[in-house]
């Protein structure tokens, strides 16, 4: 081997070891400030008094719901939303030009009576072809337009609700009858508060009845399994540790409350993209910096909303694909907030961090792999880098999903049979041999379509439903 040629794989060597280095870094920080910061947030539920001072407070919120081609699901997430423990509330359900029986289903389940359309369009949508309401649920209302996109859909919501907060819940999801009351709280506390989200699991596998969960379990399905996992340690590490330096990225559109005002004066939902959601917060992040504004966004881990993971490869690696390329789209539309000088914590410690190993992560990882592994084989790369390699990229890996399964058994304890728990700490480690590099895979497929420049859109799931 020639001494250029040498020095190549040495510094590749040097670089997928140190980037890993820094991967885990961060991630590792993330993880103690979530820690303190759940623990703080345990005590102060275990005393009783954060909900207490605000009962019969809360500002009404007018919930939306985008559907399109919800036919199997769409009854029993607006059941569940009927039922919520919240004073008062309004729910709008957009019908998105489904092909399917979803406005049927709508119709049949609840009464529908034809309503004129009075909404302000303050945002600009696809036209609407009929309003409905209920005659049996006074707070539900159906909108049916053209199809234009989940995010054109929730702009329409917007249009038509009639309180100062909107919650978008997507129309797979269920919610805890507690759910929105609690979500409510970073508004009550702090009037500079923009938007707040809640945590999500996977209702795969739990007991559902009348549209509310009634006992959590796990999937049969080795992937909704895998997601289980993912779930866990995506809400109570990643956004709870960005969340208590008020640089939160992403808000997930399946279950968001947000101030309708900021949101309408930043443009509302971008009909462009298909992560509106991130997009969405990653632009409130921007416009409120970039005017001096005091402001918060906010997470919050006992909020939750239960939603249907995919459990099919296709479905899944549609949603991988999409959900990275909403990633890449967020960043780059929004790409004045790196480094901007009222950037703050989340221009210039949580965008660099996006960009350099959540975007950027799957094809480092990927090419890792590739490299390290062949290298390995070719007696290139010594023994002592390929499994220091191993150790940063899939050791540690373990360690952040075995750490955030013990959070929960610690705090909430969603998942209580000794089974379950014995079952996810297996599935905390063999996520990382073939799971975690097939997403590495599909993400990068996400990025390439991204930087093609290939439009993408809701896209289709096989669903189950949401039980009876």
Request: hydrophobic share 45%.
């Amino acid at each position: 081997m020639s001494h250029g040629a040498y020095a190549v794989i040495a510094g590749a060597q040097w670089f997928f070891l140190l980037y890993f280095v820094l991967v885990n870094t961060g991630y590792m920080a993330l993880n103690l400030i979530a820690l303190v910061s759940i623990f703080r947030y345990m005590r102060r539920e275990a005393s009783g008094g954060a909900e207490q001072p605000f009962s019969r407070f809360e500002p009404p919120v007018s919930v939306i719901v985008p559907a399109y081609n919800e036919a199997v699901s769409i009854a029993a997430s607006v059941r569940s939303l009927l039922q919520l423990n919240y004073p008062e509330f309004e729910i709008i359900v957009v019908n998105d030009g489904s092909t399917d029986a979803t406005l049927e289903t709508l119709k049949r389940e609840f009464s529908l009576a034809p309503l004129p359309d009075i909404s302000r369009r303050r945002l600009d949508t696809k036209p609407a072809r009929a309003v409905y309401h209920s005659t049996i649920h006074p707070e539900l209302t159906v909108i049916d337009k053209d199809n234009g996109g989940k995010a054109d859909a929730l702009n329409a919501g917007i249009n038509a609700s009639r309180y100062p907060l909107f919650c978008g819940v997507d129309a797979d999801s269920i919610l805890q009858r507690d759910s929105l009351h609690k979500v409510v709280r970073p508004f009550l506390e702090d009037s500079s508060t923009v938007a707040a989200g809640g945590s999500v699991r996977a209702v795969n596998g739990c007991v559902v009845s009348g549209g509310f969960l009634v006992e959590s379990g796990l999937p049969k399905n080795p992937l909704a399994l895998f997601q289980v996992v993912e779930y866990l340690r995506a809400f109570l590490i990643g956004r709870l540790g960005w969340s208590q330096l008020n640089a939160l990225m992403v808000i997930s559109g399946a279950f968001g409350l947000f101030k309708k005002e900021p949101v309408i004066e930043a443009g509302g939902y971008n009909p462009a993209t298909v992560g509106e959601d991130m997009e969405l917060v990653v632009r409130l992040h921007r416009l409120m910096r970039a005017k001096g504004a005091r402001y918060r966004i906010a997470f919050l881990p006992d909020p939750i909303c239960w939603t249907e993971a995919p459990e099919n490869a296709a479905t899944l690696r549609n949603q991988r694909i999409r959900w990275q390329r909403g990633l890449a789209e967020s960043l780059a539309l929004n790409r004045g907030l790196l480094f901007s000088r009222r950037g703050g914590m989340v221009g210039w410690f949580a965008f660099p961090f996006m960009l350099a190993f959540e975007l950027l992560g799957a094809p480092v990882e990927v090419m890792g792999y590739l490299f390290m592994g062949a290298g390995y084989l070719l007696d290139a790369v010594s023994p002592e880098a390929f499994f220091s390699f191993l150790f940063l990229a899939v050791g540690l890996g373990m360690l952040l999903s075995v750490n955030s399964l013990l959070v929960e058994e610690m705090s909430f304890r969603i998942y209580r049979k000794p089974s379950n728990i014995a079952l996810l700490f297996l599935y905390c480690a063999a996520e990382n041999f073939g799971y975690r590099q097939m997403n590495a895979w599909w993400r990068v497929v996400g990025f390439w379509r991204f930087m093609a420049g290939a439009r993408g859109g809701w896209g289709e799931m096989k669903r189950k439903g949401l039980g009876d």
